[in-house]
């Protein structure tokens, strides 16, 4: 007799399944464990001075929140140098303060955290800021503050924008003509593909499986820290940034490369 619709074999309940279900569920269930202990997913950054040099107030919430709470717990004391103010809409002073607040969120104190704020570095998206100047003011403040460790941007700047990438082409010139103080690393931060920049948690176990220098991994705890420290930028909330909030992958990890 012919099987009816009715007549279902044993493995039905699974064939069913879209292997694309399927494959989401492992992603989930691992992300999830690797979260929950981020065993062998800490690199070595251990102790020292570190410094995060970013563009404008909020890169260090939207983008770098993993690696300064990472560096933090590693007794590495990150300390912050933005480079500019963040006065593209003439909101410059508002984005000062707004910086200071989600530093403090993130553990690090107002005297870590310093805004240079020059004329030949304003913050424009369509602006490559001049490497020799910026290398010049970076390189001062690595030598003033005794930084071994520096965390930056690398030559994708995670969105493309071109002062993100002036900051990676300077530290590059300092690393490359062997200015930096003996022994100072540059570790730069991994620009991702659309898809996995917005799959957040769930690009923790592809992170972890790709090759790369650093991982940083945040508990679920952490990761409500790191977005209680972008909610300190009021003034960037956008209906945009919003979503960023919900499916950003920088919020819970961010892989980085050695220089």
Known sequence: MAAGPWCWGPPA?????????????????GARRLRRGRAGCRGGARGG?????TAHPDDEAMFFAPALLGLRSAGAAPAVLCCSAGNYYNQGEI???????????LGIPASDVTVIDHRDLPDDPAVEWDTQLLATLVLEHIEAKNINLV?????????GHANHISLYKAVRYLHSEGKLPEGCRVLVLESVNLFRKYISFL?????CLLPRDELFILTEEETEQAKRAMRCHHSQLLGYRQLYLLFSRYLVLNSLRLL
């Open 13 to 29: 309940a699974l064939s069913v399944l879209p292997p694309l279900l399927l494959l989401l569920l492992l992603l989930l269930g």
């Open 49 to 53: 001075r570190a410094l995060l040099l």
């Open 95 to 105: 984005r000062k303060k707004e910086l200071e607040q989600s530093c403090c969120v």
């Open 151 to 159: 965390v930056t941007f690398d030559a994708g700047g995670v969105s």
């Open 203 to 207: 690009d923790v176990l592809i992170s």
